[in-house]
Structures are given as C-alpha cells and as structure tokens.
C-alpha cells in the first residue's frame, strides 16, 4: 500500500526552465510535507517544506504547492540549474500515537523519488 | 556542526551471515531513525527512537532484525541471519524535534546519514 507515490520516476530540462515534481498521497492523517533532494552516495538532504495549513511555501528557487483536496504536491524549481540534477523525494508526516492513544511522535514515509536531469 | 555519521559504508556479505551497522547522530538530537532504502525504492522507516526508548518498529522485520541505543546517543541496527533481500542501503536519520507531548513540533526536519551499502551474496 503505497500512502506517497511520484508516479514519474524521471523528468529531463533543460537549464533555466521550470522543473514540476508531483507527489499525491492517499493519508488524511499527514499534516506536514517535505521534500528531499539526494546525490549519488550521499544521504537525502532536506530542501523544503509545507504544513497542511498552507497551500503554497517558496524558499528562493524553490516553490512548494499543496491542494489538500486533490491529495497533492508539487515541487517547482525556476530557473532550473545543472546543479539541481539529483533524485527528489517527497515525504509526508503524520503523527503516530500509542497504546494509550497519546502522541508518541511523527512519522514520515517517503515517495518513491524522481530522478531529475537538468541539460545545459 | 558535524553531521550524522554512519559505518561502514560498504558491506559485503553472504546470506545467513550476521551484519551490524552503526550510527552517530548529530549531537543533541534526540530523535533517530532508521531507514531501508532499496534500489529505485524511496526510504522505508524500519525503528525509531526516541532518546533510548522505541517509537515505533511496526515495520522491523523483528525475526531477524534488531536496533538498540542504549545510552540514547549512537545506535546499531543489526541483521541477523542475512537474506539477499536484504540487500539495500541503510540511512540513519536524526532530528530534533520534539515529538511527543502537549508541544509536539510536527515540522520534524530529519537529517540523513551518507548510509550504508549493503550487498547479501
């Protein structure tokens, strides 16, 4: 049962266009979305984040949607760069809770990744 | 600020052998997760901790799979006995939000090791 799908496993641009990453997921309990950006032999590395609450966060480049109602996110990069070739990860939070139904914590499950290629 | 730290970053092994793996998370951080990613696969949360107690270990295959962080800082996870389907890389994760409580920070930005490579022959 996979809760976070990026249904396109890779997406090819060309530098200084806009790069749209798309991310749909299934849980109403996730209240928070990240994505990650990854490097061959290296850790995933956090780039940006949304809550919930918010349809729409921008951090420079980087731009996140959310339309709650459709169940989806999307990652935009403008001007895309040669720099930003790397696989992206989407990933959702939802709070997980205990025997005694208190809050134990967060979990995030993470989307299968998008690998994009940005050409010069 | 040093980073998570992960070992070995290779491994190499034979099915039914035994394998550890160990992780030093950021200093400070009280919340640390481990991760099987196989190849083409996104990251899959096998345990988390939460200082030197389990959060969650729902999807730790228990029968052969073991994690501990006894003194809520580093912590190993270990394999024993290998199968070849178990061939995957293994991040560690730690962060340090605070997760549980009346003040439960959901941001719950998690910081990645470089990861393990593990190779079951």
């Known amino acids: 049962d996979q809760q976070v799908k990026q249904n396109s496993p890779s997406l090819s641009v060309q530098e200084g266009r806009i790069s749209i990453l798309n991310c749909d997921y299934t849980?109403?309990?996730?209240?928070?979305f990240l994505w990650y950006k990854k490097y061959p032999a290296e850790g995933p590395t956090f780039l940006i984040s949304?809550?919930?609450?918010?349809d729409k966060n921008e951090d420079g480049r980087f731009t996140v949607f959310l339309n709650k109602s459709a169940k989806h996110l999307s990652l935009h990069i403008v001007p895309s760069q040669p720099g930003d070739s790397a696989v992206y990860f989407c990933a959702a939070s939802r709070p997980i809770f205990n025997s005694m139904n208190n809050n134990a914590g967060n979990m995030l499950t993470f989307g299968g990744g998008t690998r994009l290629m940005v050409k010069p | 600020e040093a980073g998570v730290a992960q070992s070995p970053r290779y491994k190499i092994i034979e099915k039914r052998q035994s394998v550890a793996f160990w992780c030093n998370p950021i200093s400070g951080h009280a919340t640390l997760y481990w991760y099987q990613q196989i190849l083409g696969q996104g990251p899959k949360l096998l345990i988390q901790?939460?200082?030197?107690?389990?959060?969650?270990d729902s999807q730790l295959p228990k029968d052969r799979f073991s994690a501990e962080r006894l003194k809520g800082v580093d912590s190993t996870l270990k394999i024993q006995p290998a199968k070849l389907e178990d061939s995957a890389v293994y991040l560690c994760?730690?962060?340090?939000?605070?997760?549980?409580?009346?003040?439960?920070?959901?941001?719950?930005?998690?910081?990645f090791g470089a990861g393990t490579r593990l190779s079951v022959l």
């Open positions: 849980n109403s309990m996730f209240d928070y």
């Open positions: 949304i809550s919930s609450i918010k």
């Open positions: 901790f939460q200082n030197n107690g389990v959060v969650d």
């Open positions: 994760a730690s962060s340090l939000s605070r997760t549980s409580g009346p003040r439960r920070n959901y941001k719950n930005i998690q910081y």
